[in-house]
Structure formats: structure tokens, C-alpha cells
């Protein structure tokens, strides 16, 4: 789900790299469709950002579609990652989709994952 037009703010999202001292929150002052966007700060490393669980959602052996648009604040341009993360049996696995994107405007990063598994999801 998104935040965008929603009125329940960041439900289900999470800043990943808490530890770290990453922190996410909704702005009104930039937004590429709807209301709003959500503001992630004080990333340490690029991997730090915003993320959502989505274990319920996922199955096995599986070919889902993801995308984000995504706007720099403080940066020239950078490589953005948009990666999905599981368990195979216990084992962290990941897979990555990424694409530029800058300060300018607002640019999509959309792609195919598989969740491929051997065992367990």
C-alpha cells in the first residue's frame, strides 16, 4: 500500500537503518502524485532508506513487478536500489532492481524480481 493519499500515514513502512540513526517521516513540500511523500534522513549508507514488510504477501518461486518513484534532496544524483529480501528456510536472500535517480525530478524505478526459493518462504 502507499502513503500518498492515505490518512494513516506510514502504516506498514519503516525506515531501514534505524540502529544507524535513519529516520522517515510524511512531507507535503515534495510529492510526485497525491498529497504527499516520505522524507528519509540522516542515511549512513545505501542501503538506509524506507521499507515495508511484505512476508504475508510474497509466495515462492514467484515473479512480482516493483517500482517506486524517488527524488534526491540533498544530492546531485545517486544509483537507488530497490531490493526484495526473504528467507529461503532461514536463509536471508535478496534480490535488486536499481536505476539512477536525481535531484531534479521525480524518476520511476520499476522492475522484475523472483522470488526464488528451494525450501520454506
Not at 524506507?50 to 509466495?59: F, G, K, P, S
Not at 534526491?72 to 528467507?87: C, E, G, H, P, V
Amino acid at each position: 500500500p502507499g502513503f500518498e493519499n492515505a490518512n494513516d500515514g506510514l502504516v506498514n513502512w519503516s525506515a531501514f537503518g534505524v540502529s544507524a540513526g535513519v529516520t522517515i517521516e510524511i512531507s507535503n513540500d515534495e510529492k510526485n502524485s497525491g498529497e504527499r511523500s516520505v522524507l528519509c534522513t540522516n542515511r549512513q549508507r545505501k542501503g538506509h532508506g524506507v521499507m515495508q514488510d511484505m512476508a504475508e504477501r510474497l509466495e515462492g518461486n514467484k515473479r512480482y513487478t516493483v517500482s517506486c518513484w524517488a527524488k534526491l534532496k540533498n544530492a546531485d544524483s545517486a544509483n537507488l536500489d530497490l531490493k526484495l529480501r526473504y528467507k529461503d528456510d532461514g536463509v536471508l536472500r535478496s534480490t535488486t532492481v536499481n536505476g539512477n535517480i536525481n535531484n531534479n525530478s521525480w524518476t520511476k524505478v520499476k522492475g522484475d524480481l523472483t522470488v526464488d526459493v528451494t525450501g520454506a518462504l
